[in-house]
């Protein structure tokens, strides 16, 4: 079998994965090994949402803290009455943010009484400045990459 294209083997009598299988990956020129089971272990990490509920007088949300160093999507929930939060970004300059998107979006629960400041850590950029981006809408969403060095909008919405 080792002679055949893909197209041509017989995946009738293929066995099936038990996820223990390990399976070699090339990532920044440095050839990585990981398993089936991790690999789904990540993916479905990173495409859960990790939920968020702001409350009133909640003070901020640092997105620095290690509780949220594998969160991507977020969806912000609010309760309570009107208020402003600050929810501040990672350090761009970690290494572990290099090329990181997260995507945050909001639930019916926001209304333009409810702002949450989405912020850069004190001395580092959003889009090129210090101010925050301002979440007070129901159903909106941002997306945020980093190169390393600061934050970029690559994706607003709002309805």
């Known amino acids: 079998m080792a002679n055949k294209k893909i197209s041509q083997l017989n995946l009738v009598a293929a066995s099936d994965l038990d996820g223990s299988e390990v399976i070699a990956i090339v990532?920044?020129?440095?050839?990585k090994k990981t398993?089936?089971?991790?690999?789904?272990?990540?993916?479905?990490?990173?495409?859960?949402a990790t939920n968020?509920?702001?409350v009133?007088?909640?003070?901020?949300?640092d997105l620095g803290d290690s509780a949220y160093d594998d969160a991507e999507m977020i969806k912000l929930s609010w309760s309570g009455v009107g208020d402003n939060i600050e929810i501040t970004l990672p350090d761009a300059t970690e290494a572990k943010n290099l090329n990181r998107q997260i995507r945050l979006i909001t639930d019916s629960t926001y209304e333009t009484s409810t702002r949450a400041e989405l912020t850069p850590v004190s001395g580092?950029?959003?889009?090129?400045?210090v101010s925050s981006y301002t979440i007070n809408k129901a159903y909106e969403g941002i997306t945020v990459w980093c190169d390393g060095t600061e934050w970029f909008i690559i994706q607003a919405k709002a309805s």
């Open 27 to 31: 990532h920044s020129s440095e050839t």
């Open 35 to 48: 398993t089936i089971s991790n690999l789904e272990t990540l993916i479905v990490t990173h495409l859960s």
């Open 52 to 54: 968020i509920t702001v």
């Open 56 to 61: 009133s007088g909640g003070g901020s949300i």
């Open 124 to 129: 580092q950029t959003l889009d090129g400045g």
